[in-house]
Nanobody, 125 residues
């Protein structure tokens, strides 16, 4: 059974930084792309970033490009999201997910089949 667990959320002032972590188990972690998504109250889930199975390929939403960095440690079966220059608009529940197909990377949330429970990020102005 695949398990995905996020951590690292919290309250931060605008301009600050947070680092989210996501541990996954139950699959050969190094074969699967991982993605970060977020959902703010009253809004649809939004793609943030994805990283390919080897870590060489990354994609970012325009809204976070240059501020957020996704990375992974396959030895630890963990993916990270370093968030800098945070803005109040970044306030949301952040979710980590595993893509359905091995050796395939996509920003489309419909192609991810295992999701964590989410971690709250709140950015105060």
């Amino acid at each position: 059974q695949v398990q995905v667990t996020e951590s690292g959320g919290g309250l931060v002032q605008a301009g600050g930084s947070l680092r989210l972590s996501c541990a996954a188990s139950g699959r050969t972690f190094s074969h699967y792309a991982m993605g970060w998504f977020r959902q703010a109250p009253g809004k649809e889930r939004e793609f943030i970033a994805t990283i390919g199975w080897s870590g060489r390929t990354t994609y970012y939403a325009d809204s976070v490009k240059g501020r957020f960095t996704i990375s992974r440690d396959n030895d630890k079966s963990t993916v990270y999201l370093q968030m800098n220059s945070l803005k109040p608009d970044d306030t949301a529940v952040y979710y980590c997910a595993v893509v359905r197909t091995p050796f395939y990377t996509s920003p489309d949330s419909r192609l991810y089949d295992y999701w964590g429970q989410g971690t709250q990020v709140t950015v105060s102005s």
